[in-house]
């Protein structure tokens, strides 16, 4: 198994990049996001990488991070999702963003990606959220709170759980929103939206 790839950049496209190391040129499918947070041409990069085989392919799926890369595998271990599903929610939903709308139960935000209907998207909340929830329970517990996660919606899923919400019921306000808002606007949002429950 490949995990990770470094070496240069020789070419980048919204759907894969290609990384030359030890003057073997890997090609490598990426969600749209990495391709995009990938250095320029000519410079050097690191991509984590899944190695998917079948019987007629091998293919090297590449993330940004550990965490898509965990999350990828995660995605295609659930039945009816392959990789390229797997790379289709990635485009339209970043890891916290999905381990949000599992743990709140919100199978509709996966419908947004390509190939996902709503029982495959049932399927995925339904595989997933024991998974999911005992992943949020341990990332926000009380001993993390001194230095919270990094990302927005997990700054504000750490947040409301202090504040004696559960992470499923964070996760369930939070998977509405819009993560590029800051943490702040998060809370007061899922604030106000539990709060008409």
């Given at each position: 198994m490949?995990?990770?790839?470094?070496g240069?950049?020789?070419?980048k496209?919204?759907?894969?990049?290609?990384?030359?190391?030890?003057g073997?040129?890997?090609?490598?499918?990426?969600?749209?996001?990495?391709?995009?947070?990938?250095?320029?041409?000519?410079?050097?990069?690191?991509?984590?990488?899944?190695?998917?085989?079948t019987?007629?392919?091998?293919?090297?799926?590449g993330f940004?991070?550990?965490?898509q890369?965990?999350?990828?595998?995660?995605?295609?271990g659930v039945s009816?999702?392959?990789?390229?599903?797997?790379?289709a929610?990635l485009?339209?939903?970043?890891?916290?963003?999905?381990?949000?709308?599992?743990?709140?139960?919100?199978?509709?935000?996966?419908?947004?990606a390509n190939g996902?209907?709503?029982k495959?998207a049932q399927?995925?909340?339904?595989?997933l959220?024991?998974?999911?929830?005992?992943?949020?329970t341990?990332?926000?517990?009380a001993?993390?709170?001194?230095?919270p996660?990094?990302?927005?919606?997990?700054q504000?899923?750490?947040?409301?759980?202090?504040l004696?919400?559960?992470?499923?019921?964070?996760?369930?306000?939070?998977?509405k929103?819009?993560?590029s808002l800051?943490?702040?606007e998060?809370?007061r949002?899922?604030?106000?939206?539990?709060?008409?429950?």
């Amino acid at each position: 198994m490949i995990y990770c790839l470094s070496g240069k950049v020789l070419k980048k496209s919204l759907e894969q990049v290609v990384i030359s190391c030890g003057g073997v040129g890997y090609q490598v499918l990426t969600p749209a996001s990495v391709s995009s947070a990938l250095p320029p041409v000519g410079s050097e990069a690191t991509v984590y990488t899944h190695m998917h085989v079948t019987e007629s392919d091998v293919s090297l799926f590449g993330f940004e991070s550990e965490q898509q890369q965990d999350c990828f595998e995660m995605l295609i271990g659930v039945s009816g999702v392959g990789p390229k599903v797997g790379l289709a929610i990635l485009n339209v939903m970043s890891p916290d963003k999905i381990a949000l709308s599992i743990s709140g139960g919100d199978h509709k935000a996966f419908t947004a990606a390509n190939g996902v209907g709503p029982k495959l998207a049932q399927r995925i909340v339904l595989e997933l959220k024991d998974k999911v929830g005992k992943g949020l329970t341990r990332e926000f517990s009380a001993a993390d709170m001194t230095t919270p996660p990094a990302g927005s919606l997990s700054q504000a899923v750490a947040a409301l759980t202090s504040l004696g919400y559960t992470a499923a019921e964070a996760g369930a306000a939070l998977s509405k929103l819009d993560e590029s808002l800051p943490v702040e606007e998060l809370i007061r949002l899922a604030l106000r939206s539990m709060a008409r429950r």
